[in-house]
């Protein structure tokens, strides 16, 4: 099995999405929003204007974009068993709507040669049915043994570090030992985060089934959202990060931020004195 550095650059062909009133509320239930912040969960409470959460764009079109649509389908081979989702971003070029469609363009950026790993990065655009960009995301997965092909060694170094001061603000969220059973609802159903007899808990790889990289991101977009903008996802407008460990089912997670200048803050998530999210970036109105 070899990867091909000449994929860098292959695009998807566009495909479309579309996602309901109920799937933003799922999302939202998804990552415990409760009756505190009504707009996320409801659709029909008097006053109450139906709001999306910033990050849902990391579950809309789940399932879809198969095929030709897939920029991924030229980098080769790997074993699938070896790869881990790396680190996401998204940025929002306006308020993601409760309900609607959009076009999907996928395309590889960049493949780093590690050695003794492989890191594949890429991003997609979403249009709005008008044409006008809704949102834009970049992800990076990172496959064990799949280095060595002679590509470039991509950057190094730590991106976006915290000063070594306390926080300027700090919130926890505990997830319950059935979080990912509810999570996986939003179209990830991979059995890893499910299943006690999946092959990497019997390898001991872990003592049992993970959270979704995906939903621990959510929580931490849910406490940058309250902390940095009041609870308005209208000011919400970028976030990005970097996976540095898993998280299990009823860990509880704690956000920590520091502002790092107008509209712009670094955070990390931890689990206890385990950091499960560094090198992030959150900017906001």
Avoid at 29 to 45: A, C, H, I, K, P
Avoid at 86 to 94: D, Y
Avoid at 151 to 180: K, L, V, Y
Wanted: aromatic share 8%; charged share 20%; net charge negative.
């Amino acid at each position: 099995m070899a990867l091909n550095p000449a994929a860098v650059g292959t695009v998807g062909e566009p495909y479309q999405i579309s996602w309901t009133s109920k799937d933003s509320l799922l999302y939202a239930v998804s990552l415990n929003v409760g009756s505190d912040q009504l707009e996320y969960v409801t659709e029909n409470s008097t006053g109450v204007v139906q709001k999306a959460l910033p990050t849902m764009p990391v579950v809309l079109g789940s399932g879809q974009g198969g095929g030709n649509s897939n920029p991924m389908r030229n980098v080769g081979e790997f074993d699938f068993a070896k790869l881990v989702h790396a680190s996401q971003a998204i940025t929002l070029h306006q308020p993601l709507p409760v309900e609607g469609s959009a076009t999907v363009v996928g395309k590889v950026v960049a493949m780093y040669d590690k050695v003794k790993a492989a890191v594949i990065v890429t991003e997609a655009e979403a249009t709005d049915a008008s044409g006008k960009p809704l949102y834009s995301t970049r992800s990076s997965v990172f496959i064990r043994d799949a280095g060595g092909f002679g590509g470039d060694r991509g950057p190094s170094g730590a991106a976006n570090e915290p000063p070594a001061s306390a926080p300027d603000h700090e919130i926890t969220f505990q997830t319950t030992p059935d979080q990912a059973l509810l999570y996986r609802l939003n179209g990830d159903r991979n059995p890893l985060h499910s299943d006690p007899n999946h092959p990497a808990v019997k390898a001991g790889l872990f003592p049992k089934p993970i959270l979704h990289g995906l939903c621990t991101y959510g929580f931490t977009g849910r406490a940058l959202l309250n902390a940095l903008c009041g609870g308005d996802a209208h000011r919400f407008k970028h976030i990005e990060g970097r996976f540095a460990s898993p998280v299990f089912p009823g860990d509880a997670l704690t956000v920590k931020m520091w502002n790092s200048g107008a509209g712009e803050a670094l955070f990390e998530t931890w689990v206890g004195d385990r950091k499960v999210i560094d090198q992030g970036l959150v900017r906001f109105s």
